[in-house]
């Protein structure tokens, strides 16, 4: 049986964080039951971009603060890390991230110290019933005593849905992330690269989701914002996951980027073996994105081409689009030209890592025929 705690927080303002999150704390056995004084901490956010805090695709500067806050006051020394994904100029975008993101300027002020997953490099990992055997991961979580995940509430255009299980991504350091989107391109396999990554860790036991300001729709950084007004804790990543989906009003069978977590074990996914303590509620009106993939949940071959005529492609907007190649730089089958940004659908694999990574949102999901987004349009307003 798994414990996920939920507690009601409606804002980013550190006392009220504090005593929500303490909360929880309390419920699983206090902080000397994950740490002890004098240990080396880790916070792994979910830095996907350099994008500002208001827009929620990143974990919030402010509730970074209210956990490293709490883990120091216990005595431990607080790092905070991530990589992002996406490139600009040949480089993944974390030091810009960290910046944009208020996470550099949070942690100066309290004196954490920021790690860069980029800068400090991989480190091979071999698990049992390994997906990959090419697993690299930061070098940083066998660096530090206890990593402690804080994965942020969102939906996602390609796995429909990314929280505690997803967020372990970003354990994979710079571009070599593009490369795992290529040879896992469907949200069943790429699940298998998630399960190697999180069999991979052994010192990360706290999952705290920053579900205050989430994100909905278009998500995991175009979409939305929702404020949810939730903060879920668990030592479970699936189980925290399981909940989450289950408020947000999501099908679970639809999430099969879980899958491979769930064959694998890495927690409890059935919620007769998840003890709820707090508030759950079903999110009202939790707005998913217009298309996912949910292909271990379908006859994928018989209604294929329907999907495909039908479906929704990355598309840049010129008028939007300042050049910057991040898109270019992170299509893992080179389908987007480095001049026009014009988008080969032939090699096009729908990774959807374009969409993902444009920070400026010039990337939309289109259909190339007028007359589907007239409807989808048009079914969108009695469809809410
Ligand atoms: S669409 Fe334009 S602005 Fe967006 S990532 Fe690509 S080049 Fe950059
Ligand atoms: S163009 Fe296609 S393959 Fe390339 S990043 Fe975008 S969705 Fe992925």
Redesign the pocket.
């Given at each position: 049986m798994s414990k996920v705690l939920i507690s009601d927080c409606k804002s980013y303002e550190t006392t009220a964080l504090k005593l929500a999150i303490q909360e929880s704390i309390n419920e699983l056995g206090g902080w000397k039951h994950f740490i002890k004084p004098d240990q080396k901490v880790l916070l792994k956010i979910n830095l996907i971009g350099p994008k500002k805090p208001e827009k929620a695709a990143t974990t919030h500067p402010e509730f970074v603060r209210a956990v490293g806050q709490l883990v120091k006051e216990f005595g431990a020394e607080v790092y905070v890390g991530d990589s992002s994904g996406g490139a600009i100029a040949g480089m993944a975008p974390t030091k810009k991230s960290f910046n944009v993101s208020g996470i550099q300027d949070m942690a100066n002020e309290e004196g954490f110290t920021v790690v860069n997953f980029d800068e400090m490099g991989p480190v091979k990992k071999e698990v049992e019933g390994n997906y990959t055997n090419d697993l690299y991961i930061t070098k940083a979580f066998d660096e530090m005593d206890v990593v402690i995940n804080l994965p942020k509430m969102k939906t996602h255009s390609m796995g429909i849905y990314t929280g505690a299980v997803k967020n372990l991504f970003g354990a994979i350091p710079g571009l070599r992330k593009?490369k795992y989107?290529?040879e896992g391109?469907n949200p069943l396999d790429f699940g298998e690269f998630l399960a190697d990554i999180h069999m991979s860790i052994d010192n990360m036991p706290l999952h705290i989701m920053d579900g205050v300001v989430s994100m909905a729709g278009e998500g995991p950084t175009a979409g939305s914002i929702y404020p949810a007004g939730k903060i879920l804790v668990s030592e479970d990543p699936l189980a925290l996951d399981r909940v989450a989906i289950e408020m947000m009003g999501i099908d679970s069978n639809k999430v099969t980027i879980l899958k491979a977590s769930i064959k694998r074990k890495i927690g409890n996914w059935n919620m007769s073996d998840i003890e709820i303590i707090g508030t759950f509620e079903k999110l009202r009106n939790y707005k998913l994105p217009k298309r996912y993939y949910s292909r271990e949940t379908m006859d994928y071959d018989r209604v294929k081409g329907v999907i495909d005529f039908f479906k929704a492609?990355?598309i840049v907007d010129q008028k939007k689009c300042i050049g910057c190649n991040s898109?270019v730089e992170?299509?893992?089958?080179?389908?987007?030209d480095l001049e026009s940004k014009l988008?080969?659908?032939g090699?096009?694999?729908?990774?959807?890592?374009?969409?993902e990574?444009c920070m400026i949102e010039a990337?939309e999901l289109k259909s190339t025929k007028k007359w589907v987004n007239v409807i989808r349009a048009i079914s969108s307003v009695f469809y809410k």
């Open positions: 593009a989107h290529k391109p492609v990355p898109c992170s299509c893992p089958v080179n389908a987007i988008i080969d659908y090699l096009c694999i729908d990774c959807l890592c374009c969409h990574l990337i």
